[in-house]
């Protein structure tokens, strides 16, 4: 169903003077003003310091957002899996950039067809029986195609260690006439909470020198590096000290969750303070018969869990505390029995990660105010292969 047909429950509120607060929940929320502001503050700092910006759509698995970021001045996106891209490129994002592997026959299948009618498609690889395997898939498919070689730099999930291995690998692509090397991207995901910032800044900037080495090395072999991808929102600031990288990859800054708002920034003030909170899950109270206790439509199913509790934002008193209450339900803990909330009442929070607590959902309701002004589909939710 093509998504000017998509009908969703509170479309009809669209435009309404106070219908955030009439919304049937649990529903995904997005600040509108918040949500451009955060996207301004990453495209100028990126401009400021020289650097393109190829923010993670993994993140946000919306055309519309990717829109938004390119016409502020991204370069292109980032997508974590072959199923985002090909539903965002079939949204007109011309510009990718495949971050993991894609390994398996039929993916590869799919991929030659994805490169053949986007006009800027490039997949990161790791492994040399990868990489002739997607040479071999272009040669067939008659189009080359654009390859970073992802480097591990710690965090063992994927990429190969900077080194022999690598620089082999990286001659491989150079020599393949149909693989086109772009480059080298490292991603330092073990190291984007770590709350202190000065224990992140010191790892952060090791990894970018490792980066920087490889690069240096590949350049005295005659192969050059076009593209340096990497980083994150969590050392947005940090990366750009060692002056290695090219493009940066952040995705989380758009939205934030209780994750990133924990991280200490230089000043030691939290990230927080740099980018706005602009997503957060809106519920409502459908029980309140025990003392100090109200019951929410949001529980297991409306979060990610894998982090802390959400943390309520609005419409509870000082002192009130979510916790998880069942699939369907979360519990409201009050701090004293005089408190009460009536049912019906609409709270917010702030979510726990921010990704996989999006993919839970099919739609975005952007919100200017107490309007609800627009609804966003999510079109790669659930786009896992």
Request: aromatic share 6%; glycine share 10%.
């Amino acid at each position: 169903m093509a998504n000017s047909e998509r009908h969703f429950i509170n479309q009809g509120l669209i435009g309404k003077p106070g219908s955030r607060g009439s919304m049937a929940t649990p529903a995904l929320v997005l600040d509108l003003s918040a949500l451009a502001a955060n996207i301004a503050s990453m495209a100028t700092h990126c401009g400021r310091h020289g650097l393109a910006l190829r923010p993670h759509a993994k993140t946000h698995k919306c055309a519309e957002i990717a829109r938004a970021q390119l016409a502020a001045g991204a370069v292109g996106i980032c997508c974590a899996k072959l199923g985002e891209a090909e539903v965002l490129g079939a949204e007109g994002i011309g510009n990718i950039l495949l971050t993991s592997p894609v390994v398996t026959a039929f993916a590869v299948e799919r991929l030659m067809a994805l490169n053949a009618r986007m006009p800027d498609l490039i997949v990161a690889v790791d492994n040399p029986e990868n990489a002739t395997a997607l040479a071999n898939a272009a040669e067939a498919a008659g189009k080359p195609l654009q390859v970073v070689m992802d480097l591990d730099v710690g965090l063992h999930r994927t990429g190969i260690r900077p080194g022999d291995a690598a620089h082999a690998l990286a001659r491989q692509i150079e020599e393949s006439p149909h693989l086109l090397f772009k480059g080298l991207q490292a991603y330092a995901g073990h190291l984007m909470h770590i709350e202190a910032y000065e224990e992140r800044r010191e790892k952060s900037l090791a990894v970018m020198k490792m980066l920087g080495d490889m690069r240096d090395r590949l350049a005295k072999d005659g192969i050059g590096c076009d593209i340096l991808t990497g980083g994150g929102t969590g050392t947005f600031d940090i990366d750009v000290e060692a002056g290695v990288l090219t493009e940066l990859q952040g995705g989380s800054y758009i939205f934030m969750d209780k994750q990133y708002n924990d991280v200490e920034g230089p000043d030691g003030t939290s990230l927080g303070a740099r980018f706005q909170t602009s997503l957060f899950v809106q519920m409502s109270v459908v029980s309140n018969n025990t003392p100090k206790l109200a019951t929410t439509d949001a529980g297991f199913k409306s979060f990610s869990t894998d982090a802390e509790p959400p943390v309520l934002s609005s419409g509870a008193p000082d002192g009130a505390k979510y916790f998880f209450f069942g699939d369907e339900q979360g519990g409201i803990l009050l701090s004293s029995e005089n408190e009460k909330l009536a049912l019906g009442t609409v709270l917010t929070a702030v979510t726990p990660h921010c990704d996989p607590t999006v993919n839970l959902y099919d739609c975005y309701h952007v919100v200017d105010g107490d309007t609800l002004v627009a609804i966003w589909p999510i079109e790669a939710r659930g786009k896992s292969a």
